[in-house]
């Protein structure tokens, strides 16, 4: 395996100093994507692709009253992520867990937000991924993607020759993906996308909060 290719899935060696180095790299970028998410103190949530765990503890941050889990198909990322918040751990706030975002164990409608941090790029059958995701939230509730690349400029290319199965989606693609996996029945609601000069991309949506009828489906018999 070349050394970039743990940007995909770390493993080993090379892939525990991957999940380190982006602990460090992406630090900027999860800074600016986490100040347009808006989260309650009690807020439940999820980190899709976790890696090493620093965005976890940020958004532990957040929601100081919460509960935040976190799921990597990298056994490596999972090491490391339970490793860096080992205290919200303990403490009964957070989860890691090995597994793929096509196929989550988390019960339906439970999750406030959701996040996903420099990781779509390489989940298998986007749609797919996309439907978990949207049948874990809760309705109104937020699921954010904040990608380093957005597909508008060479050096996006460039990666994807030097990384195995990455693929770089522009706004639009994303959305239309979004729209397929059931997002396109917001109503109240746009996708707000985002981008700065560095390329930089931001989109969040949220799940429909109200059924054909105008009525919350917090609100409806069950």
Known sequence: MAFFDNTRKPTGLGGRIMVSMMNIGHRSLADWGLKYLKLNNDANVLDCGCGGGANIKRLLKKCPEGIVKGID???VSVEKSKKVNEAAIAEGRC???QGSVADMIFAGDWFD???AFETVYFWPDLPQCFREVYRVLKPGGTFLI???SNGDTDKDKKWTEIIGGMTIYKDAELKTYL???G???VQIHDVQIHKNEKGWLCILVQKQQYDAEGIKYSERDT
Do not use: G, K, R
Request: aromatic fraction near 12%; glycine fraction near 0%.
């Open 73 to 75: 198909y990298s056994p």
């Open 95 to 97: 989860t890691v867990l």
């Open 113 to 115: 937000a959701v996040t």
């Open 146 to 148: 904040c990608n380093e």
């Open 179 to 181: 729209e397929q996996a």
């Open 183 to 185: 997002f396109h029945d």
